[in-house]
C-alpha cells in the first residue's frame, strides 16, 4: 500500500492504491481545500508532489508548466506508490489556526440578560432524590423505588431508561447511600433518565447550545442553574475540506465512504469546540446534560449521517423536517458523554433549522411590522413577516462570501483583509487584516468592501468590467485576465501579488445578485414594498462584519435608510442557547416550521428574470439605488 507524506506537518497516510491525494489528506486530519467537493473544477486543492510519477485526470484548473513542475489537483490525482505531498503555505496556516476561543463580551452580556428573562424550564432537568433502603416489607426494585420518587416529584406518569443507564444503577445508589440524583430529559410523553449520579449533584447543571454552520461551526457552554452563557468557541468545519458548499458536499457524500467521512468530520469538529470549552471553563464534559443543535438541513442530515441525494435533485425533498431522538454516543462523539441531542427543525430542503432558531431567537414572530430576516452565508436564506405570517425562500449564493471561488479570496483567518478602502484620486489601497497581520488574502467583508470601493472611484463599471484606460499599474492584464492588484509582493504575507480578477468580481456580482434577487421575489410575491419594511435583520456570523453602506453600493441590500437595518449577530445559536433553557423556545420553533410558507425560488418564473436585472452594479434599475 503506497505513503503519503505531507510537508510541512510530516504526517505520513497508508492508503490503498488508486485512492486520490484528497482522500489521502481526509484519511490524515489535513485540510487541503476542495470547494467543488472534489469534482475537479474549482482549482483549489493544488498542490505540489514530489516522488511517484502521477497521471493526474485531465483538468483546464493546471497550467502546461504547472504539470511540468509537480503540481496536480489533490482531488483528480490517484496514488499508486510513496508521494511527498507539500501543502501551500495560507494552508497550513489555515490548518494551524482553525479554533478560535472567543472572550465574552458585550453581546454575549446582551444575549445573557435576554437568557435571564426567560421562564426557566430547560428540556433536561436534574432531581435529587432521597430513596428509602430497602428492608423485607418494601423490596421492590431498584429502578421501581427511582421512578416512583421521579413521578412524585415531577408529577409524571411515563418513566423510561436505557440499558446502559441501568446497568449503573445498583453501584451508583448503594455509593451514595440511597442519596442520588437524577437527570431526566423531558420528551413529549414521558421522561427519560439519562443519568444517575450518587450524591446531590443538581449544582452542576450544564448544557451545550451548537450552531453547524456550513463554514464555521460555533459552540457556548451554558450554566443552566445560573441561566448565563459561561464560554464560546469557533472553529472552521471540518467537511471544508471536502466542498465549500452544500452541493459541494452532497456531490462528495455520494463518494465511497464519502458520507461517513463528512458525519465523522463534522462530530470532530464539534467535539474540538467542546474540549476547548471546557478547558476553558474547567467544567467537565461529564457535567453537559443535554446538547441543543441548529443547522440548514444539509448539515443537519449530513451530521445524522442520512443520505442527501434528494436534496439536491428537484424535487429538492429532505428526508425529514424534525430530526429523530438521538444522542451523542449514537453520533460517535468523544468528548460528549451520552447525553440527548436536540436539533431545531427544518422548514424545507434549503431552509433549517438554523432559521427557524434565529426567527424565534430575534423574536420575529412578534414584530408587527413587516421585518426582513436574511441571514447571508454560502446560502442566502430569506425570511418576510411579521406576528401574523411568515414566507421564506433560499438562493444559493455560492462562497463568494466566504472567501470562496474567488482567486486570492480566503475565510476569516489571521491575516485576512476584512476592510479595504481606495483613495480615489490614485487608486491606492488603505486596508486592514484581521489580527493586523500580513495579508495572506481577502475575506467575504474585504470582497464587499473591495467591489464597491473599485465601483465608486470608477476602476470598475457598471458590468463589473475594469477600465483599462486608467493612469495606474495596478489595473493589468494577468494570467486570468484583468485583474487589479490589492497589495504588492513586497508587503503581503504570500510570495505573490494580491488580485481580485474580473472573473471573481463576476462571482461576487452573482452571489449579490441571488440574494437580491430573492428579496425582491419574496416581497413581490406577497404584494410587499421594499420601502415598506420597518426593519432588515442581518443575521449570521459574516453579517457582523458588513458595512451597509458597501452592501448598498454593490445592490446586495435594498436601498433603504440605515437606521432600518439591523446586525442581530448568530440568532441560530443564540436560539439554541434559549432553547436549553426553555422547552417553550422549542415548541415556537416547532410552529415556525409548520406555519412558515416556503417558496421554491426554481420554480418561480420571475426569479431568473430579477436575477439577470441584479448581475450589475448595482443593478439594471438604476431607481432602485438612488443613494449610489
Known amino acids: 500500500m503506497p505513503k503519503v507524506t505531507f510537508l510541512p506537518p510530516g504526517i505520513e497516510v497508508e492508503i490503498v492504491a488508486g485512492e486520490d491525494i484528497l482522500t489521502a489528506a481526509a484519511a490524515g486530519d489535513i485540510h487541503i481545500n476542495a470547494s467543488c467537493g472534489g469534482d475537479g473544477t474549482c482549482g483549489k486543492c493544488k498542490v505540489h508532489t514530489k516522488g511517484a510519477k502521477l497521471q493526474s485526470r485531465p483538468t483546464a484548473r493546471l497550467s502546461e508548466a504547472e504539470l511540468a513542475q509537480g503540481y496536480v489537483l489533490a482531488c483528480q490525482t490517484p496514488v499508486y506508490d510513496d508521494l511527498t505531498v507539500e501543502i501551500p503555505q495560507e494552508v497550513e496556516l489555515l490548518s494551524k489556526g482553525q479554533t478560535r476561543i472567543k472572550t465574552l463580551t458585550a453581546g454575549i452580556d446582551e444575549w445573557n440578560r435576554q437568557l435571564s428573562e426567560l421562564s426557566a424550564d430547560p428540556p433536561v432537568v436534574k432531581a435529587y432524590l432521597e430513596l428509602p433502603e430497602p428492608s423485607l416489607n418494601d423490596s421492590v426494585s431498584d429502578l421501581t423505588r427511582i421512578t416512583r420518587e421521579v413521578r412524585r416529584q415531577l408529577d409524571v406518569a411515563d418513566v423510561l431508561i436505557d440499558l446502559e443507564t441501568t446497568k449503573q444503577v445498583p453501584e451508583v445508589v448503594r455509593a451514595g447511600d440511597w442519596r442520588i440524583t437524577v437527570t431526566l430529559y423531558r420528551e413529549a410523553q414521558h421522561v427519560r433518565i439519562t443519568k444517575v449520579e450518587p450524591g446531590d449533584t443538581t449544582g452542576s447543571h450544564y448544557a451545550l447550545a451548537v450552531d453547524i454552520g456550513t463554514t464555521t461551526c460555533s459552540a457556548q457552554i451554558i450554566d ?20 465549500e458548499d452544500v452541493i459541494s458536499r452532497m456531490v462528495y457524500a455520494k463518494k465511497p465512504e464519502g458520507q461517513k ?8 469538529t464539534i467535539d474540538g469546540l467542546v474540549k476547548e470549552l471546557n478547558e476553558k471553563t474547567g467544567i467537565d464534559p461529564a457535567e453537559i446534560d443535554v446538547a441543543v443543535m441548529s443547522g440548514n438541513t444539509v448539515m443537519t442530515h449530513l451530521i445524522l449521517g442520512v443520505g442527501t441525494d434528494q436534496i439536491r435533485e428537484a424535487p429538492y425533498v429532505s428526508v425529514f423536517r424534525f430530526a429523530p431522538s438521538v444522542t451523542s454516543a449514537e453520533l460517535g462523539f468523544k468528548q460528549l458523554f451520552d447525553v440527548p441531542i436536540i436539533f431545531h427543525p427544518c422548514v424545507a430542503s434549503y431552509l433549517g433549522g438554523d432559521i427557524t432558531s434565529g426567527i424565534v431567537a430575534a423574536d420575529v414572530i412578534k414584530h408587527e411590522g413587516l421585518v426582513l430576516y436574511i441571514d447571508i452565508g454560502t446560502n442566502g ?6 406576528n401574523e405570517w411568515l414566507i421564506g425562500c433560499s438562493c444559493s449564493a455560492g462562497p463568494a462570501f466566504e472567501g470562496a471561488g474567488v482567486k486570492d479570496g480566503i475565510r476569516s483567518i489571521d491575516g485576512a483583509i476584512e476592510r479595504i478602502s481606495i483613495e480615489p484620486d490614485t487608486l491606492e489601497t488603505v486596508f486592514t487584516t484581521i489580527g493586523g497581520k500580513l495579508p495572506l488574502g481577502i475575506c467575504g467583508s474585504g470582497l464587499i468592501d473591495l467591489v464597491a470601493e473599485l465601483f465608486t472611484a470608477g476602476v470598475l463599471d457598471k458590468r463589473g468590467k475594469f477600465h483599462k484606460d486608467l493612469e495606474t499599474i495596478r489595473v493589468r492584464a494577468g494570467e486570468y485576465g484583468w485583474e487589479y ?11 505573490r501579488d494580491i488580485v481580485i480578477t474580473e472573473v471573481d468580481v463576476d462571482n461576487l456580482m452573482r452571489a449579490k445578485a441571488a440574494v437580491y434577487a430573492g428579496i425582491t421575489t419574496l416581497a413581490d410575491s406577497v404584494g410587499v414594498a421594499l420601502a415598506d419594511l420597518s426593519e432588515i435583520m442581518i443575521a449570521g456570523s459574516f453579517g457582523n462584519y458588513i458595512k451597509v453602506e458597501e452592501a448598498i453600493a454593490i445592490g446586495l441590500l435594498p436601498d433603504l435608510p440605515p437606521d432600518r437595518f439591523k446586525f ?3 440568532c441560530s445559536l443564540l436560539g439554541s442557547a434559549k432553547a436549553a433553557l426553555s422547552r417553550e423556545i422549542l415548541d415556537r420553533s416547532a410552529a415556525v416550521t409548520r406555519g412558515l410558507s416556503y417558496m421554491e425560488l426554481s420554480a418561480d418564473n420571475t426569479f431568473m428574470d430579477k436575477y439577470m436585472s441584479a448581475l450589475f452594479l448595482p443593478h439594471t434599475d438604476k431607481s432602485l439605488f438612488p443613494s449610489v
Open 224 to 243: 443552566l442553574n445560573s441561566q448565563k452563557i459561561l464560554a464560546e468557541a469557533s472553529a472552521y468545519n471540518a467537511q471544508v475540506s471536502y466542498g
Open 568 to 570: 442581530v449577530g448568530n
Open 381 to 386: 436564506e430569506i425570511v418576510l413577516g411579521n
Open 261 to 268: 467521512v463528512l458525519q465523522r468530520k463534522v462530530v470532530q
Open 485 to 495: 492588484v490589492v497589495v504588492w509582493e513586497q508587503v503581503a504575507g504570500v510570495d
